[in-house]
């Protein structure tokens, strides 16, 4: 897997977007990048995934920049409900398994 | 959206018992499952990767005898943790990938083991 980088943790107002960075910068080119989240005690919950292009969907928006070397997953109106451990991962090999990292710790405060 | 079942979400047995955990894929086949551990504030680590019909392909360190997988069909893996002793002790999960469809892959909800 590319290797990424995360910030350890985040806070963020409950009702204000969430923006949380992953740097990939040895990313290939035909790497996806993924987002997962891990809520306490819980399996991980897949949020969303893109190539090169901007990705939308009922949970969040990722932002994959031109060159792909880094990514930002928004949370557009983030609640108590969305404090988790988001890892940012770019999977390869022939499984395609799963690696992770420290991910972020968000957290969402009243 | 698509489900993986993990069962037990919580299991205590004593040391020197084996334990088996189950991990199913309710609505798509899974050609490949992978099995995790994570330990108490730390991130999930890949302990094997199994393919339907074939050996499972274990990380550096994990003993195979220790823990035995089996993947016998499309939407059945289980992982059988042999001999367990307190150290073994941890928060198991295991993910599906569907094969057929989006290829995404997607978690159980995990499974506690204390082994006392």
């Known amino acids: 897997d590319a290797k990424t980088t995360q910030p350890t943790s985040m806070d963020c107002a409950e009702g204000r977007a969430a923006n949380l960075p992953c740097n990939h910068s040895?990313?290939?080119?035909?790497?996806?990048v993924y987002w997962y989240r891990q809520i306490h005690s819980q399996g991980p919950q897949y949020i969303i995934h893109g190539l090169k292009n901007n990705e939308t969907n009922e949970m969040a928006s990722l932002i994959i920049t031109e060159d792909r070397k880094s990514s930002t997953l928004i949370l557009p109106h983030a609640t108590l409900r969305d404090t988790a451990v988001y890892y940012c991962i770019a999977p390869s090999g022939s499984a395609r398994q799963l690696t992770f990292g420290s991910g972020t710790q968000l957290t969402v405060l009243p | 959206g698509a489900v993986v079942s993990q069962h037990p979400s919580w299991v205590i047995c004593k040391s020197g018992t084996s334990v088996k955990i189950e991990c199913r894929s309710l609505?798509?086949?899974?050609?490949?499952m992978f099995w995790y551990r994570q330990f108490p504030k730390q991130s999930l680590m890949l302990m094997a990767t199994?393919?339907?019909?074939?050996?499972?392909?274990?990380e550096q360190g994990v003993e195979k005898d220790k823990f035995l997988i089996n993947h016998a069909s499309l939407t059945l893996s289980t992982l059988t943790v042999t001999s367990a002793h307190p150290e073994d002790s941890s928060f198991y999960i295991c993910?599906?990938?569907?094969?057929?469809?989006?290829?995404?892959?997607?978690f159980g909800s995990g499974t506690r083991l204390t082994v006392v």
């Open positions: 609505d798509f086949q899974a050609t490949t």
């Open positions: 040895t990313i290939s080119g035909n790497e996806y």
């Open positions: 199994s393919n339907e019909g074939s050996k499972a392909t274990y």
């Open positions: 993910s599906a990938r569907d094969g057929g469809g989006t290829g995404r892959t997607y």
